[in-house]
T-cell receptor, first 111, second 113 residues
Framework: KAGVTQTPRYLIKTRGQQVTLSCSPISGHRSVSWYQQTPGQGLQFLFEYFSETQRNKGNFPGRFSGRQFSNSRSEMNVSTLELGDSALYLC??????????FGEGSRLTVL | GNSVTQMEGPVTLSEEAFLTINCTYTATGYPSLFWYVQYPGEGLQLLLKATKADDKGSNKGFEATYRKETTSFHLEKGSVQVSDSAVYFCALSALYTGNQFYFGTGTSLTVIP
């Protein structure tokens, strides 16, 4: 069974640009969550989608957005990048809301 | 609110030493508790979990017991190996928070031969 796939794995952007990250969940999983991981703040919840609807959102500015498609694949977008957005962005999928399965993450560096 | 506090690292142990990583939580309702492990360059993997008080989760020689009276979920292993070197995260998932997990800050473990 294929795991959670995130693309791209690494990317470098400059301040002011925007970025889109993609996540393909485990087959059959309809819930997709996104987390930001930084050395200073640890793992912080961004948002969760289920059947194309955002069900829960963390405390991030509106520059962070996401969506989910009918095949459960999800994307997150960060606009007007800031240096502080440099982080590992982790996607996790879930079948029954009781366990998260994480991808390997997309490491974003903002210069 | 919901939060997880875990032992600060880094922790360095010799091979075959005993490991304890402390984790305490604050939650409304009756949370499920988890330990996740992150190896270098990888995402998080579920190590073990417990869904109700007094449950013991175990996997790969690691154990943790859900203690409601002390709001704790300490991770233990009797004899660590070099391959256990990783970052360990305690987490909780509580009712009415959807699929939002609350993570501790992580504890880095290095096991030396």
């Amino acid at each position: 069974k294929a795991g959670v796939t995130q693309t791209p794995r690494y990317l470098i952007k400059t301040r002011g640009q925007q970025v889109t990250l993609s996540c393909s969940p485990i087959s059959g999983h309809r819930s997709v969550s996104w987390y930001q991981q930084t050395p200073g703040q640890g793992l912080q919840f961004l948002f969760e989608y289920f059947s194309e609807t955002q069900r829960n959102k963390g405390n991030f500015p509106g520059r962070f957005s996401g969506r989910q498609f009918s095949n459960s694949r999800s994307e997150m977008n960060v606009s007007t990048l800031e240096l502080g957005d440099s982080a590992l962005y982790l996607c996790a999928s879930s079948l029954d809301l009781r366990e998260l399965f994480f991808g390997e993450g997309s490491r974003l560096t903002v210069l | 609110g919901n939060s997880v506090t875990q032992m600060e690292g880094p922790v360095t142990l010799s091979e075959e030493a005993f490991l304890t990583i402390n984790c305490t939580y604050t939650a409304t309702g009756y949370p499920s508790l988890f330990w996740y492990v992150q190896y270098p360059g990888e995402g998080l993997q579920l190590l073990l979990k417990a869904t109700k008080a007094d449950d013991k989760g175990s996997n790969k020689g690691f154990e943790a017991t859900y203690r409601k009276e002390t709001t704790s979920f300490h991770l233990e292993k009797g004899s660590v190996q070099v391959s256990d070197s990783a970052v360990y995260f305690c987490a909780l998932s509580a009712l009415y928070t959807g699929n939002q997990f609350y993570f501790g800050t992580g504890t880095s473990l290095t096991v030396i031969p």
